[in-house]
Nanobody
Framework: QVQLVESGGGLVQAGGSLRLSCAAS????????MGWFRQAPGKEREFVAA????????YEPDSVKGRFTISRDNAKNTVYLQMNSLKPEDTAIYYC????????????????WGQGTQVTVSS
């Protein structure tokens, strides 16, 4: 079992940056692959980034590649999402998620979810 708590969301102007954090409880964090997803009003949950349990592999879709970077610190039980060059279309609730061992891009493959943090990008 793992509990996830996101933080770092807020209001930012287009072109700005935010860093989201996701703190995990439990002593087995390092055995979980982690992902970030987002969901805008009226839209399906969208994959944003994923990172392997050891941090050696990361994945981002083309929509955020080069702007968003996922990282993790297993000593702190925390995963991060650095978001640069933000656009109004990045506005959404951002969720972190965990699944054992291997990474995945489909939300249905994740077992544990945080409550989400709101990111709003103004034009």
């Amino acid at each position: 079992q793992v509990q996830l708590v996101e933080s770092g969301g807020g209001l930012v102007q287009a072109g700005g940056s935010l860093r989201l954090s996701c703190a995990a409880s439990g002593r087995t964090f390092s055995t979980f692959a982690m992902g970030w997803f987002r969901q805008a009003p009226g839209k399906e949950r969208e994959f944003v980034a994923a990172i392997s349990w050891d941090g050696t592999s990361t994945y981002e879709p083309d929509s955020v590649k080069g702007r968003f970077t996922i990282s993790r610190d297993n000593a702190k039980n925390t995963v991060y999402l650095q978001m640069n060059s933000l656009k109004p279309e990045d506005t959404a609730i951002y969720y972190c998620a965990a699944r054992r061992l291997t990474t995945a891009q489909a939300a249905a493959n994740y077992d544990y979810w945080g409550q989400g943090t709101q990111v709003t990008v103004s034009s």
